[in-house]
C-alpha cells in the first residue's frame, strides 16, 4: 500500500510540472504619466506668539518710586521730629519723622498721578497650533508598454516620456 501511495504522489507531481511552464522577458516601456502619492499627518507644535491689548496706565509711573524729592521729605521730616523729640526719644522722633516726611512726598506723587493714558501693553504667550505634514510615499507610473498602458506603484520618481526597463512573467499552464 506504501508503494501504491509513493507511486501516485510522484505521477501527480511529475504530471503537474509537464503541465505549466513559466517564461520572464526584459521589456521596454515609455513613461507616460506620473502622480504624486502623498501622506497627511497632523501633531500640535507650540509657538511663542506676541498678544497685544489696550489697557489703561498711569502717566506717571514714578510715583512708587523712591526718588530724591522723598529724600528731601525724609530730611525735613527728620529734621521736624529731632525738634520736636525729647531726651532718649529724640532719636526716635527723628526716626518717624524721617518716614512721615518721604511719606507724605509719596503721597502727593500718587495724588499727581490721577492721569490715566490707555496704551498697548504686549506680552509673550506659549500657543499650541497643529500643523499637517504632507510627506511624498510614492508614485503612480502609468507606462505604455508592448501595446498596453498599465499603472504601477513606485518609490522612485520618474518624468513623463522616460524609457524604463520592466520584467515580464508569463506562466502557461493547462487545466
Given at each position: 500500500m506504501l508503494k501504491n501511495f509513493l507511486l501516485y504522489g510522484s505521477l501527480i507531481l511529475?504530471?503537474?510540472?509537464?503541465?505549466?511552464?513559466?517564461?520572464?522577458?526584459?521589456?521596454t516601456g515609455s513613461i507616460s504619466s506620473v502622480e504624486v502619492?502623498?501622506?497627511?499627518?497632523?501633531?500640535?507644535?507650540?509657538?511663542n506668539?506676541?498678544?497685544?491689548?489696550?489697557?489703561?496706565?498711569?502717566v506717571n509711573q514714578d510715583a512708587n518710586k523712591f526718588?530724591?524729592?522723598?529724600?528731601?521729605?525724609?530730611?525735613?521730616?527728620?529734621?521736624?521730629?529731632?525738634?520736636?523729640?525729647?531726651?532718649?526719644?529724640?532719636?526716635?522722633?527723628?526716626?518717624?519723622?524721617?518716614?512721615?516726611?518721604s511719606?507724605?512726598?509719596?503721597?502727593?506723587?500718587?495724588?499727581?498721578?490721577?492721569?490715566?493714558?490707555?496704551?498697548e501693553v504686549c506680552r509673550i504667550q506659549k500657543v499650541m497650533h497643529t500643523e499637517?505634514?504632507?510627506?511624498?510615499?510614492?508614485?503612480?507610473l502609468v507606462i505604455e508598454v508592448d501595446g498596453e498602458t498599465i499603472s504601477l506603484i513606485s518609490n522612485r520618481s520618474y518624468s513623463p516620456g522616460d524609457l524604463i526597463t520592466l520584467t515580464k512573467k508569463i506562466s502557461y499552464s493547462l487545466n
Open positions: 511529475l504530471t503537474s510540472n509537464a503541465y505549466s511552464k513559466t517564461n520572464f522577458y526584459q521589456v502619492l502623498k501622506t497627511y499627518s497632523t501633531q500640535k507644535v507650540p509657538r506668539e506676541k498678544r497685544c491689548s489696550i489697557q489703561r496706565v498711569p526718588g530724591a524729592d522723598n529724600f528731601i521729605g525724609a530730611l525735613i521730616g527728620g529734621a521736624i521730629g529731632n525738634r520736636l523729640g525729647e531726651g532718649g526719644g529724640k532719636s526716635g522722633a527723628t526716626a518717624l519723622g524721617a518716614l512721615i516726611g511719606e507724605v512726598v509719596r503721597n502727593d506723587k500718587a495724588a499727581a498721578n490721577q492721569t490715566f493714558v490707555e496704551k499637517t505634514i504632507e510627506r511624498v510615499s510614492g508614485y503612480r
